[in-house]
């Protein structure tokens, strides 16, 4: 049966198995699949540049519905976890054990692919001993790879909400109504020039508040009033697009509930693989047989470039990811 239910009362209670998330990463990381490509596939004025440009254009927003995700998922974990402050490094080493390795993957890869090709065209490589310490923190961004630069967000957000979901557990209408605005002010400081995360935390937020309206957490009037004053927020920096992604994607979070194919549930579980390896595949791909076609070939080019990304995403999501989620299951919390 395939029928859209409406905030049904196990949703509403924080029970559901928000199938709905798989669609929602599959469309994030389709998009930003979209916008690096598209960058390749509009140069030079092709038939189809115009369409291609709106990718490059709109796809970067697929990173605006990750972060909501990631600030409505990680507070639902966390609660059904049954979390407290005590398993703070727990929790840490979890999202460490979960993320990192096929991080560390996909940099070598990366790496690796870098070099080749800049042997190849007798170019310099870029990289350093130093650059290549730093990027295994998230400190250096490989010019081949300029995805990895959310990662240093969304390992900061994980610092944050260990902490900031405690004091929502214990004192959620104070904690929603006091910091969630402070945080905004916050942000709108010198701090977002030391702390990446500062510039995008209200969809972060965002997500958090969700959390709470959608398991019933604090006072639905307080949480409300405090979406609206993100959702103006945002509307104040003037990220007109940003605002109507992020918000569409916590409407279809709270308000969908439907049954996902297979194809979009598979999407949905190798997002972060994709993720991850799409530009160092796909674009070098791009990047080398845009010379030796014509540019009626080009939506073929882009299409190639997308299957052949997806497939060694999921040979990739086998090979590190996979084993890094389970691993990162075994640990739990002590009670």
């Known amino acids: 049966m395939n029928k859209v239910n409406v905030m049904n009362k196990k949703a509403i209670k924080g029970e559901g198995s928000l199938d709905i998330l798989y669609v929602l990463r599959a469309i994030a990381v389709l998009m930003v699949c979209f916008c690096h490509f598209g960058k390749v596939a509009s140069i030079n004025g092709n038939n189809f540049s115009k369409l291609f440009s709106y990718f490059e254009k709109y796809g970067k927003y697929g990173v605006e519905i990750f972060f909501v ?21 727990k929790f840490l080493l979890k999202r460490v054990v979960r993320l990192h390795p096929p991080y560390i993957a996909a940099l070598i890869l990366t790496l690796t692919i870098m ?139 709270l308000f969908i509930n439907l049954k996902v194919s297979k194809a979009i549930k598979f999407l949905g579980i190798i997002s972060y693989s994709i993720y991850l390896i799409h530009f160092p595949i796909g674009m070098k791909l791009m990047n080398f047989m845009k010379p030796r076609i014509n540019d009626t070939s080009m939506p073929l080019l882009f299409l190639l470039a997308l299957i052949v990304s997806i497939a060694c995403s999921w040979v990739f999501y086998i090979l590190f990811e996979a084993y890094s989620e389970k691993l990162s299951k075994k640990i739990k919390y002590t009670q």
């Open 69 to 89: 995700i990631s600030g409505f998922v990680i507070p639902l974990s966390l609660s059904r976890g049954k979390y407290t402050i005590e398993n703070y490094p």
């Open 115 to 253: 070099f080749i090709s800049y042997k190849v065209r007798h170019v310099v490589y870029p990289e350093n001993v130093l650059s290549i310490f730093q990027s295994l923190f998230y400190l250096h961004v490989p010019s081949d790879n300029p995805v990895f630069w959310t990662l240093l967000i969304e390992a900061q957000y994980y610092l944050f909400i260990g902490l900031f979901f405690t004091l929502i557990t214990r004192m959620p209408k104070f904690s929603i109504l006091v910091f969630v605005p402070f945080f905004l002010l916050f942000s709108m400081t010198l701090v977002a020039d030391y702390i990446e995360l500062f510039k995008f935390i209200e969809y972060f937020l965002m997500g958090t508040v969700g959390y709470c309206l959608y398991s019933k957490t604090g006072d639905k009037y307080i949480n409300n009033l405090v979406l609206v004053l993100i959702l103006s927020f945002i509307t104040f920096k003037g990220n007109y697009v940003g605002l109507f992604f992020s918000f569409s994607t916590l409407v279809i979070i």
